[in-house]
């Protein structure tokens, strides 16, 4: 081994010493604040911090560069080379030795992965998605932690480059919504809009600069999406999953697009559908 690399060896062995000092084998204060990032809506608000769990979500929490702020495992002396190396690119995070039976509580799998994180919260703000020929997603009142997952993951997988979420929704950092997007929710730039005048000001001013059509999708819809070709710059409006869109959200776009389906189903579920406007648009740019 070079002596570069013999360093770097020692580093992470003195690091995983120093473990045993960070204990938690009661459900402590320390212990309460992890469970309540994991839990609690209005703690991860106040905090600023989220709870991570699953190897694809930390890898991209940290690949996106987020500030890591604590790694919890619960055997040190059997961490895989993955692990070790997440320990060690993350040199500021409080690292935490807890008890397997308060691991395993918190850890939602079956099999529990070999270690849980926290990290602190991006603030995102309206200014920051700025784009010549852009695509936006609308999600009005998302109240299913799956589905907004999943759109959130086609979302990135499209390179959409923002999505507005209005209206009273689920957390987008609950953990069943990460999992659900595969970590790729460090990656997407989401805004969390206060009211509906801010959405109305935003749609206007794309509407100048980039001569912005606004579609909805509803299985009700006068125009079918096999009539119309999709194209940049866009905004899709996407409804609520039961109630779909609000009227007020109806009223701002330029057409309603309805999806052709067959089967005795008469419509689809609203990740499906948003999937497949978003490949429609994307395809013929």
């Known amino acids: 081994m070079s002596p ?10 003195l690091r995983l010493f120093k473990m045993n000092k960070i204990k938690i084998t009661s459900e402590n204060a ?3 604040i992890i469970n309540s990032l994991k839990t609690n809506r209005i703690k991860r608000s106040k905090l600023q911090e989220i709870f991570i769990e699953g190897i694809e979500c930390v890898k991209q929490a940290v690949n996106s560069n987020m500030e890591i702020t604590r790694i919890i495992i619960k055997d040190k002396n059997n961490l895989s080379n993955w692990g070790k190396n997440i320990i060690e690119n993350c040199k500021d995070s409080k690292i935490i030795y807890m008890s397997g039976n308060l691991f395993d509580g918190l850890a939602d799998k079956t099999n529990p992965p ?32 799956g589905n907004l997952g999943s759109i959130i993951r086609s979302a990135n997988a499209f390179n959409i480059d923002g999505i507005f979420i209005i209206g009273h929704s689920v957390d987008i950092y609950e953990p069943k919504v990460i999992r659900a997007s595969l970590g790729s929710i460090f990656f997407t730039k989401i805004i969390l809009l206060e009211s509906l005048q801010t959405l109305i000001e935003f749609i206007n001013n794309q509407k100048t600069v980039n001569n912005m059509e606004v579609i909805g999708t509803d299985s009700a819809g006068t125009v079918s999406l096999n009539d119309c070709k999709l194209k ?23 057409k309603i ?7 005795n189903v008469n419509s689809l579920n609203v990740s499906c559908a948003a999937s497949i406007m978003m490949w429609e648009i994307c395809k013929g740019n």
Request: overall charge positive; aromatic content about 6%; some cysteine.
């Open 4 to 13: 570069q690399g013999l360093r770097g060896f020692e580093s992470l062995s």
């Open 30 to 32: 320390e212990y309460q």
């Open 114 to 145: 070999e270690m849980l994180v926290t990290a602190r919260i991006k603030q995102q703000k309206i200014s920051d998605i700025v784009s010549k020929n852009p695509i936006f997603i609308v999600l009005d009142r998302p109240s299913d932690f």
């Open 232 to 254: 940049k710059p866009v905004m899709l409006i996407i409804g609520n999953e039961a109630k779909g869109m609000s009227v007020k959200l109806k009223e701002l776009c330029d």
């Open 257 to 263: 697009i309805s999806i052709p389906i067959g089967g």
